[in-house]
């Protein structure tokens, strides 16, 4: 079982018992987040899609600690110039551990009646329009006789 989830701006692929490194948070080392922005749920027999999330669904973790990446070097350089600028950064990050993606019943029964009543709706819209009568070459002849005689 895997989800897509969005934690502070950014989407990751998880899974249960996974380390993931983030943009610093907020919340202390050893709290419990709960993450209710997943975009995608694949349980191995079904996928669900949100729309722009999933309803119900929340992605469960651990803050382990807070650390920093490895280094960043940005390098500018305008040629024939003799400019030349060297900047560097070590990101600030989060340690999470994902203890577990949870899933919402009720809030899956309640996506099923308002995707058949949205098919029903589609079918409706889908219906082909009327279509206008056919001309006919008698026809055409008496339009083309009278704009002649003007």
């Known amino acids: 079982m895997y989800a897509i989830v969005e934690i502070a701006g950014h989407q990751y692929k998880v899974q249960q018992d996974q380390r993931l490194y983030v943009n610093r948070l907020k919340q202390d080392e ?8 997943v975009l995608l749920v694949d349980d191995g027999s079904k996928v669900s899609v949100g729309a722009p999330a999933v309803p119900g669904a929340a992605v469960n ?11 960043v070097l940005v390098f500018k350089k305008k040629r024939r110039k003799g400019y030349q600028k060297l ?19 009720k809030a899956k029964k309640a996506t099923a009646k308002k995707a058949e009543e949205a098919d029903g709706e ?18 055409s002849k008496k339009a083309a006789e009278d704009k002649s005689e003007e």
């Open 87 to 105: 900047n560097g950064f070590r990101p600030s990050l989060t340690e999470l551990v994902i203890s577990g993606i949870a899933l919402g019943g």
């Open 30 to 37: 050893g709290a419990k987040v709960s993450f209710d922005r």
């Open 61 to 71: 973790a651990t803050v382990e600690r807070h650390l920093k990446g490895d280094k």
């Open 122 to 139: 589609q079918a409706e819209a889908t219906k082909p329009a009327a279509k206008k009568p056919a001309a006919t070459k008698a026809a």
